[in-house]
């Protein structure tokens, strides 16, 4: 018969190696021998009779079995992480707020909206995570974040149980270093055909109504950059590589910080931002506080 009881230390191993995807680089990240990694792995296995993890060219990968105990060690980790962040609050006073952020999303409309946490009667301690939409998801249903920022709502149908709350909207201008915004600005938006123009990639929300909106137009700029990650995007911009767009609400923004000025405006292109949370009805206090500078004129 095999043993029932399960080793938490064991199951924190095989975490480390399912999510680092070798023993080495496990080993390396704990500061332990890979020995001794190996040794708790094989002791996991044998207590519950199956095999989690097996090669995959030069990575372990997790087998059905362990997927499976993967899917209840993120829940199990993550429920650790609430505990001693809900014991620091209860010491401390202060609240705590982990944020993801979507890499689509102007990372000035993400400072701006975590802004109205620093003005509530409680310190709020900010977490912030980057990453791709799906994965922030992810991380969401499994209770890592509290909330994410996104410019893009949730599939429906789709089996995570989070849901969307559209905090706003803005209008979309075009901008460009001075030397671009002097030859471009003239006769817009006409005159962007052959122009250099830095987008989205395609699987950015705002990717599609950009071409919509040149098709609307009738012109055809050269794309010189397509960027997943909107700050890179406004990186190349700023450089001069080529126009980009950024929301309205960010206008003095981006030319304060970027050095970057107004070429046309785009009021039919529009940006949408959403807090995606795990629940319909949002209570957390700091969620809260987005949400009223949302209402109090955040993208007027």
């Given at each position: 018969?095999?043993?029932?009881g399960?080793?938490?230390?064991?199951?924190?191993?095989?975490?480390?190696?399912?999510?680092?995807?070798?023993?080495?680089?496990?080993?390396?990240?704990l500061?332990?021998?890979?020995?001794?990694?190996?040794?708790?792995?094989?002791?996991l296995?044998?207590?519950?009779?199956?095999?989690?993890?097996?090669p995959q060219?030069?990575?372990?990968?997790?087998?059905?079995?362990?997927?499976?105990?993967?899917?209840y060690?993120?829940?199990?980790?993550?429920l650790?992480?609430?505990l001693?962040?809900?014991?620091?609050?209860?010491?401390?006073?202060?609240?705590?707020?982990?944020?993801?952020?979507?890499d689509?999303?102007p990372?000035?409309?993400?400072?701006?909206?975590?802004?109205?946490?620093q003005?509530?009667?409680?310190?709020?301690r900010?977490?912030c995570?980057?990453d791709?939409?799906?994965?922030?998801l992810?991380?969401?249903?499994?209770?890592?974040?509290?909330?994410?920022?996104?410019?893009?709502?949730v599939?429906?149908?789709?089996?995570?149980?989070?849901f969307?709350?559209?905090?706003?909207?803005s209008?979309?201008?075009?901008?460009?270093?001075p030397?671009?915004?002097?030859?471009?600005?003239?006769?817009?938006?006409?005159?962007?055909?052959?122009?250099?123009?830095l987008?989205?990639?395609?699987?950015?929300?705002?990717?599609g109504?950009?071409?919509?909106?040149?098709?609307?137009?009738?012109?055809?700029?050269?794309?010189?950059?397509?960027?997943?990650?909107?700050?890179?995007?406004n990186?190349?911009g700023?450089?001069?590589?080529?126009l980009?767009?950024?929301?309205?609400?960010?206008?003095?923004d981006?030319?304060?910080?970027?050095?970057?000025?107004?070429?046309?405006?785009a009021?039919?292109?529009?940006?949408?931002?959403?807090?995606?949370?795990?629940?319909?009805?949002?209570?957390?206090?700091?969620?809260?506080?987005?949400?009223?500078e949302?209402?109090?004129?955040?993208?007027?």
């Open positions: 018969m095999k043993n029932s399960l080793n938490f230390r064991h199951l924190y191993f095989f975490w480390m190696v399912a999510k680092e995807g070798g023993v080495t680089r496990a080993a390396e990240k500061g332990l021998a890979v020995q001794t990694i190996s040794m708790q792995l094989a002791s296995e044998q207590s519950i009779g199956k095999q989690l993890l097996e060219g030069r990575r372990l990968v997790p087998t059905e079995a362990g997927r499976l105990a993967l899917s060690c993120d829940q199990i980790f993550a650790g992480d609430q001693q962040d809900a014991l620091e609050e209860a010491e401390t006073g202060k609240m705590r707020l982990t944020v993801g952020i979507s689509s999303l990372k000035l409309i993400a400072y701006r909206l975590l802004q109205a946490t003005r509530m009667g409680t310190q709020v900010l977490v995570m980057e791709e939409f799906e994965n922030l992810a991380d969401l249903a499994l209770g890592k974040l509290d909330v994410v920022l996104t410019d893009r709502t599939r429906a149908g789709g089996s995570l149980k989070v969307s709350h559209l905090l706003g909207e209008d979309m201008k075009l901008f460009g270093v030397r671009l915004a002097r030859k471009y600005r003239r006769n817009f938006p006409a005159s962007l055909d052959g122009a250099p123009l987008v989205p990639t395609r699987n950015n929300a705002l990717r109504r950009i071409d919509a909106w040149l098709v609307q137009h009738e012109v055809r700029p050269e794309i010189v950059g397509e960027f997943e990650d909107n700050a890179m995007l990186t190349f700023r450089n001069g590589l080529g980009f767009f950024a929301p309205s609400a960010l206008a003095q981006i030319e304060d910080q970027f050095g970057a000025v107004l070429v046309g405006n009021p039919e292109l529009r940006e949408h931002f959403y807090a995606i949370s795990n629940a319909r009805k949002i209570t957390h206090p700091a969620i809260e506080a987005i949400l009223n949302v209402h109090s004129g955040l993208f007027a």
